[in-house]
T-cell receptor, first 112, second 107 residues
Framework: SAVISQKPSRDICQRGTSLTIQCQVD?????MFWYRQQPGQSLTLIAT?????????ESGFVIDKFPISRPNLTFSTLTVSNMSPEDSSIYLC?????????FGSGTQLSVL | GIQVEQSPPDLILQEGANSTLRCNFS?????LQWFHQNPWGQLINLFY???GTKQNGRLSATTVATERYSLLYISSSQTTDSGVYFC?????????FGKGTKLSVKP
């Protein structure tokens, strides 16, 4: 399976600031996704990162809050904008290969 | 949307014991996967199993698609099996995750 590198692995941020999370894959992949895992909770799909076009957001997530870039088939970024303590979560990059989903190691975000 | 229910929510085992985790779906799915999240947070894909049975070492999974459930069997559990087990179903582009089963294996 593809090797997925995500950074930063963790960060502590101030309310009102923004953080950009990077996801690098060691091979070209068509399907790339961003998930959120709130403390002690399950995973929720934020959006599908589409190469060369705007991301497809799930209900409850908007582009102004979670802008996503996907400049090529190996790289994507997720920005968490104007952060509040409610944004404290683990953010996970994932890729689809042969019907299976694989995850990066995640970014643990704490907002003070 | 699809609802995914996992049971039990928590499970404590003695090392060497066997266990069965269950996942029920509210509707048919064409993509069903099991994941293990270790205590450090890393998610590992265990099985892609929309139907039938698969085995990988001490783990095996069975999905009965017509009855909308899947089972994950862990045999001879080890402390390294501890963590949270998630099932997820839907389409690859939109998997709905259950709330997970938190497994603790005691030495």
């Amino acid at each position: 399976s593809a090797v997925i590198s995500q950074k930063p692995s963790r960060d502590i941020c101030q309310r009102g600031t923004s953080l950009t999370i990077q996801c690098q894959v060691d091979s070209q992949v068509t399907m790339m996704f961003w998930y959120r895992q709130q403390p002690g909770q399950s995973l929720t799909l934020i959006a599908t990162a589409n190469q060369g076009s705007e991301a497809t957001y799930e209900s409850g997530f908007v582009i102004d809050k979670f802008p996503i870039s996907r400049p090529n088939l190996t790289f994507s970024t997720l920005t968490v904008s104007n952060m509040s303590p409610e944004d404290s979560s683990i953010y996970l990059c994932s890729v689809g290969e042969d019907e299976k989903l694989f995850f990066g190691s995640g970014t643990q975000l704490s907002v003070l | 949307g699809i609802q995914v229910e996992q049971s039990p929510p928590d499970l404590i085992l003695q090392e060497g014991a066997n266990s069965t985790l269950r996942c029920n779906f509210s509707d048919s799915v064409n993509n069903l996967q099991w994941f293990h999240q270790n205590p450090w947070g890393q998610l590992i894909n265990l099985f892609y199993i929309p139907s039938g049975t698969k085995q990988n070492g001490r783990l095996s999974a069975t999905t009965v698609a017509t009855e909308r459930y899947s089972l994950l069997y862990i045999s001879s559990s080890q402390t390294t099996d501890s963590g949270v087990y998630f099932c997820a179903g839907g389409s690859q582009g939109n998997l709905i995750f259950g709330k997970g089963t938190k497994l603790s294996v005691k030495p």
